[in-house]
């Protein structure tokens, strides 16, 4: 019995190791062309032009700061990055379009405020599931937003302007770009936490509502400054406050939200890079790695800021919890202001 039970463990024991000799070169096989190819797409990527889609009109702020960014894209990449503008939708068709494009790195979304935060708040059916469908590889820049009003109005301060607004509830009026544009929800969250009632004036854009305000018809709008700085510049538009945590350098005398009492208003229009969800993690990698470079140039930056924009150099956890509290604010303000788009 000893003999048999020493025969089977030998038998055993020989299974095991050709086993071990035949399967493991086997399943190496199997995963070093997955490895390989991978290698090769980091080394040759991109071979090609890319495209950057930019979900709005062209002269607009994301434009304006998108199209700086795929110049300096293009410099590191060393490709041509083609801006694409299909607008429209309140930026649904560039990113849909984005979302059902091949995920090969080729096709890159420049996000916004609207379409990675608001847009599945105010939106049914979108074509696409942002979280889902899409990695954000980086935030790219913040402009924060300013209370202007028309140069007319005898306001100096926005107590002086919250004060008359509660004296005649519904008369003071505000423009936004349209109905869920972040223009409307940072004018929407400055009425709700300064407690008065204003009338929502909506245009088809950013540059119809802020003539409207020049031209006497709307009394104020909150937008960024890539828009509003050249009409604050020359008097036509007098800046009140500024929706940020702290004063922004083209205003040094304009104080911010918190100053006079109202810490919650802070509003901003940011920008961010990112691609189909199922897109290749090294083909992602190459991307982040130019992405960190262009935000930390100090050339880049300086430009940026002569827009009063700023760069915004955050790790994937500070990406994530900044976007959270971006859904969650502007989710509390589309249900307090009742807030819908078709």
């Not at 089977?8 to 199997?30: D, E, K, T, W």
């Not at 990113?95 to 995920?103: D, G, N, W």
């Not at 790219?140 to 004296?167: G, M, Q, S, T």
């Not at 961010?272 to 960190?292: F, M, R």
């Amino acid at each position: 019995m000893q003999y048999l039970s020493d025969v089977r463990g030998f038998i055993h024991q020989r299974a095991n190791r050709l086993l071990y000799c035949v399967l493991i070169p086997v399943l190496m096989s199997l995963t070093a062309p997955e490895a390989a190819q991978a290698q090769t797409r980091a080394s040759t990527y991109p071979d090609t032009p890319l495209q950057l889609v930019i979900p709005f009109p062209a002269g607009g702020p994301a434009d304006i700061v998108g199209r700086l960014y795929a110049q300096h894209l293009s410099t590191i990449l060393g490709q041509p990055v083609v801006v694409e503008n299909p607008a429209g939708a309140g930026g649904t068709i560039g990113t849909r379009a984005v979302a059902q494009s091949a995920p090969d790195g080729r096709k890159l979304l420049f996000g916004t405020t609207s379409t990675m935060a608001i847009n599945q708040l105010i939106m049914k059916n979108l074509p696409y599931d942002f979280e889902k469908d899409f990695t954000v590889l980086g935030l790219i820049a913040n402009a924060p937003h300013v209370l202007a009003v028309r140069a007319d109005l005898p306001y100096k301060d926005v107590k002086e302007f919250i004060a008359a607004a509660k004296k005649e509830p519904g008369k003071y009026t505000f423009a936004s770009a349209g109905v869920g544009t972040i223009i409307q929800m940072g004018s929407e969250l400055f009425r709700s936490e300064a407690g008065i009632d204003l009338l929502h004036v909506p245009f088809k854009g950013g540059g119809p509502a802020t003539q409207a305000v020049l031209s006497g018809d709307v009394d104020m709008t909150v937008n960024d400054m890539t828009t509003l700085k050249s009409f604050l510049a020359d008097g036509r538009l007098r800046p009140l406050a500024v929706a940020h945590t702290q004063r922004i350098a083209l205003l040094p005398n304009t104080p911010t939200f918190t100053e006079i009492g109202l810490s919650n208003v802070v509003s901003s229009t940011w920008w961010g890079l990112a691609v189909p969800s199922a897109t290749p993690d090294d083909i992602q990698k190459v991307l982040k790695e130019a992405h960190n470079k262009i935000i930390q140039d100090p050339a880049y930056k300086a430009r940026l800021e002569e827009m009063a924009v700023e760069t915004l150099v955050l790790s994937d956890a500070e990406i994530k919890s900044f976007m959270k509290n971006e859904v969650d604010k502007w989710a509390r303000i589309v249900k307090s202001a009742n807030i819908t788009s078709n």
